[in-house]
């Protein structure tokens, strides 16, 4: 079965940075687009980033260039460096896989908490 889990999530300092991490199971790893969306309270889910299989990153202007997507094929995980760090950040941080052919498949995990604060 297809497992997503993030790790790397806790509070931290206006300014500071985080790592997070995905480490999935049960996919062919390199043939799936990963990504970090994020969920605030009271607000929609948005994207952070996406990577594709080969490592080709992708941002929305809306993240301002202070998180860096990366994957590591042969370990199954998908990373995302947060730094510079705001309150506006704070939020839960899902992972998601979605296979590259076939049908449309998505797969997320249970979240991480980020919390920004002073």
């Known amino acids: 079965q297809v497992q997503l889990v993030e790790s790397g999530g806790g509070s931290v300092q206006p300014g500071g940075s985080l790592r997070l991490s995905c480490a999935t199971s049960?996919?062919?790893?390199?043939?799936?687009?990963m990504a970090w969306y994020r969920q605030a309270p009271g607000k929609q889910r948005e994207l952070v980033a996406a990577?594709?299989?080969?490592?080709?990153?992708n941002y929305p202007d809306s993240m301002k260039g202070r998180f860096t997507i990366s994957r590591d094929n042969a370990k199954n995980t998908v990373y995302l460096q947060m730094n510079s760090l705001e309150p506006e950040d704070t939020a839960v941080y899902y992972c998601?896989?979605?296979?590259?052919?076939?049908?449309?498949?998505?797969?997320w995990g249970q979240g991480t908490q980020v919390t920004v604060s002073s």
């Open positions: 990577i594709t299989g080969g490592g080709s990153p």
């Open positions: 998601n896989a979605r296979r590259s052919f076939g049908p449309l498949r998505d797969y």
């Open positions: 049960g996919l062919i790893f390199s043939l799936n687009v």
